[in-house]
Structures are given as C-alpha cells and as structure tokens.
C-alpha cells in the first residue's frame, strides 16, 4: 500500500483515477479497499457512473471507459465489493438505489459490502434500510447477519428488537457474543425495550457478560454492556475486576466508569486515582471517560492538563469537547488561539471546526 501511495503523490489527477481503477482488481484485499477508499474521495460525475454500472455487474461502456482509464476492470466479485467501498463517498440519490439492489444479490460479499456503505450514507432512506437490515438480519452468511445486528443496535433500531433476538439464537457460539453484546444494547435503548423481551433473556445476557469478565478479550465490551444495561448484580464482579492486578489498567479504569454508571462510589475513587497515574494510557483513557461521565469535580482538572505543556495536552483537550460545557468549550476555543504547543493548537482548531460544521448540519437555519 505504501507504494500505490507513493504514486498517488506523484500523478496527476486523471492519472491518479485511472490508477486506482486498475487497483480495484488487485489480488491482494486490502489493496482493492485501499483504492475503493481513495477513489471514494474522487467521485467525479464521470467516476461516479463507472462505479454504479460495475456494482451493478456490468462492463463501464467504451466511451465513458476510456475517458477515465486505459484499463477498467471487469466487475468480478471482488470488483463490486471494492466499488461499494468507493462508493461510500457519494452524495448522488441513486448510488443508493445501485447498493440497495447490490445489497441483495447473490453475492454474500458483495452484499455484505453494500449494506455497510448504505449504512455509510447521509442521505438514505431510512425505513428502507430498516426492512433491509431486518432482511439480513436472516441472510445464510453470518458474518453479514453480525454487521446487520450492530447496525440495528447502533441506530436504535427497536422495531428490529425481535429480529435480532431470533437471529442470536441462531448464530453459533463463536459469534454469539458480539450479537448478545447488540442485543442488550438495543434493548437498553428502546423505550420499553426490557418490557419488550421475556425478563429471562434479559437475566441471560447479564450473566453471559458477567462471565465475559474473567476473559480480558471480552472483558471491555461485557463491562461497557452491563453499565448501559443497568445491571447492579454485576457490582461485585467488577468491583473484583478492578482488585486484579494481572487485569491491563485500561481494562480496570473501565471497569470503574461502569461502577460509576451504576451508582458505586468505588468507582469514582478509582477513576480519581487513575487521572495521576504512572501509567500514560490509563490516565489518558481515565481523563476521557471522567468527561464522558461529565463528572463536574474533575473539570479543572482537564482544563489544568489541557493548557499545559503535558504529555496528555491533547488528550485532555478531547476530553474537554467530550464533556461539551461551556466552560469546557471556551477553553478549547482558547486554546486553539493561544497554546504553546502547535500541534495541540491545531487539534483544538479541527476538532472546533468539525464540531461547528456538524451542528451546522444538524441545524442549517441557524
């Protein structure tokens, strides 16, 4: 990759697309992402129609071929795949219409690729993406049935709760957890989703995750599930959790925002101590999660950290735009003036940006 990278930077526009077009049928995987991913960015009017006739599995027409590269693949199955990443990066209304009929295709690839770039867009069609990821919330290939489910939970869902519930109890058990793991955090955000479900499933998925705690593997996500889930009979388990030495601190300092959300005060002293610990990755881990709790007793803390020359400068300056305050804002805003340091000014400069351009998204009238 470092190589198609190399000459992308030293070609020319045209010559840069005709390259990554050639690219999308490299017999190395991760190549043929790469150019999807970077051809997402350059989707000319003209890119963009090579694209939708390869996803839809037809051969680009001469004209419109050879206006773009010398060679244009044919649109294997590998092909489509990597054109649904590309594609990833349209704003054109009827790249969703090319994906959604990608999405059902014989293909398990290719329809795997394609709901995910569906789910990749601003602008498709909600209700129809629901009744497809309830489709494939019942697709022959697991791995497409684990993505459905995360989009599913992801988005909140709760009309597909039942859905996903049959589809966990269908999947073997080497994926069953990361379907539990979607299953409980749909339920915990669905209104009603608990009355929603029998109390048995819900007393099942606690204790699944309450033994996903003695595997470091699975430990992080079982503690962030049973935090969203509520789930006070874990307390014990994780008040263990955070007494294990031989646990990796970062898995610990979780450990302790869970005790936090569910209301025990063992876990606010833990994540107190961690913000002056010896260990760099847990106090920067811990600084971001004290702001995600929004606990207001360490606000100076991170303003302290954020306008220093620490080591965790910039660490404390997302930490600050997690916590979204006012005061917390102003002094990211100064920051990104006033600080010592360049390369945390500009941090503060483009997350301040990217944060302003999404709430002007969210309210354009404004």
């Known amino acids: 990759m470092a190589e198609l990278d190399h000459q992308l930077s030293v070609r020319t526009a045209p010559e840069a697309v005709a390259l990554l077009f050639d690219a999308l049928d490299d017999p190395y995987p991760p190549i043929r992402r790469y150019a999807g991913e970077a051809l997402s960015t350059r989707l000319s009017e003209a890119v963009l129609r090579a694209l939708h006739h390869l996803v839809q599995g037809e051969a680009v027409p001469q004209a419109l071929a050879e206006s773009l590269a010398p060679h244009i693949p044919e649109p294997s199955s590998a092909v489509r ?8 990066g349209s704003t054109a209304p009827e790249t969703a219409a090319v994906l959604f009929e990608a999405a059902r295709a014989d293909d398990a690839d290719l329809r795997y690729h394609a709901l995910v770039a569906l789910n990749a867009l601003d602008f498709t069609d909600e209700h129809a993406l629901v009744t497809l ?3 494939r919330l019942k697709d022959a290939d697991m791995e497409i049935v684990v993505i459905a489910a995360q989009i599913a939970a992801a988005r909140g869902w709760g009309e597909l ?3 996903l519930e049959a589809a966990r109890g269908r999947v073997g058990a080497e994926l069953r957890f990361t379907l ?3 299953l409980a955090e749909l339920i915990a955000h669905t209104p009603g989703g608990r009355e929603r479900v029998d109390k048995s499933l ?3 998925l606690i204790a699944e995750f309450i033994g996903a705690l003695e595997d470091e593997r ?6 962030r599930a049973l935090a969203f889930m509520g789930a006070t009979q874990a307390i014990d388990a994780l008040v263990k959790v955070l007494d294990r030495w031989f646990s990796h601190p970062i898995l610990r300092v979780g450990a302790a925002a869970a005790l936090v959300e569910l209301g025990n005060a063992r876990g606010k002293a833990y994540l107190a101590d961690a913000l ?3 260990r760099k990755d847990a106090r920067g881990y811990a600084m971001r999660l004290v702001a995600h709790l929004r606990l207001e007793e360490h606000l100076p ?5 954020a306008l220093s020359d620490d080591y965790h400068a910039d660490t404390a300056v997302l930490a600050l735009l997690d916590f979204g305050s006012e005061q917390a804002l102003a002094t990211v805003a100064e920051i990104a003036q006033n600080h010592p340091h360049d390369d945390v000014r500009e941090l503060a400069q483009l997350r301040l940006a990217a944060r302003g351009s999404h709430e002007s998204v969210k309210n354009p009238c404004d």
């Open 81 to 88: 795949s990597a054109t649904c990443v590309a594609l990833q």
């Open 133 to 135: 990821v309830g489709e």
């Open 161 to 163: 709760l039942e859905a």
């Open 180 to 182: 539990s793991l979607a």
């Open 202 to 204: 819900v007393d099942e």
């Open 218 to 223: 699975t430990l992080d996500a079982a503690t």
């Open 276 to 278: 002056t610990s010896r």
């Open 301 to 305: 803390y991170l303003i302290e950290v």
